[in-house]
């Protein structure tokens, strides 16, 4: 190889490493998990799952500890005031009254806004928002807004974070499972990038 085909090369690498690199628009937006249309679909027409979805329900979401005793489950798709609300109910055939209904929610919210613990109790969710009574907990490597379930919640325990910028996820564990809240908390695992 000359002299002349080294220079060629060298100065071709840095226009083929600008063009291999992903756009920065891209690398800034937050990666996360959002519905299919299908999944859209199932939630808008209340189709349920008999029995219910695994670990992998959300898509690009790992649940990685289910409590065992869910008969069915369902889709939620949600979209309103710049957020996507997308999550998974299992749940049990007991009456929401029955203190032994077992019952756990898990939604991932697609909020561009969201950065910090304290913004969720500012959040516009439809359901599931955080009150001044919730505390801040550390649950595995995440800190943690959690408190009693009341109202459309049920009653349990509610918990929430900001997995990372944009990302927030949340979980409502009926009483028979909150035992097992951190324990479920610590096996979610969200996807690096959008499923």
């Not at 009254?97 to 439809?126: G, H, M, Y």
């Not at 955080?130 to 995440?142: E, H, L, P, Q």
């Amino acid at each position: 190889m000359n002299k002349i085909q080294k220079l060629s090369i060298l100065s071709a690498l840095p226009v083929a490493a600008a063009l291999m690199a992903p756009p920065a628009q891209a690398a800034e937006r937050p990666a996360c998990p959002v519905p299919t249309k299908a999944e859209a679909k199932r939630s808008s027409d209340t189709k349920t799952d008999k029995p219910p979805r695994g670990a992998a329900a959300i898509k690009g979401v790992r649940v990685n500890h289910i409590p065992k005793g869910f008969t069915y489950g369902q889709v939620g798709v949600n979209e309103h005031d710049g957020i996507t609300e997308y999550g998974y109910q299992w749940s049990d055939d007991r009456s929401d009254v029955n203190p032994r209904q077992r019952s756990l929610w898990i939604r991932v919210v697609c909020w561009p806004k969201a950065s910090e613990l304290t913004q969720l109790k500012n959040a516009p969710f439809d359901i599931g928002t955080f009150s001044d009574d919730a505390k801040t907990v550390k649950i595995g490597r995440r800190q943690v807004l959690t408190q009693a379930g009341d109202g459309a919640l049920g009653h349990g325990r509610y918990a929430g974070w900001v997995e990372r910028k944009g990302v927030v996820v949340t979980v409502m564990a009926s009483r028979p499972l909150v035992p097992e809240l951190a324990k479920i908390i610590k096996g979610i695992e969200l996807s690096a990038s959008r499923p």
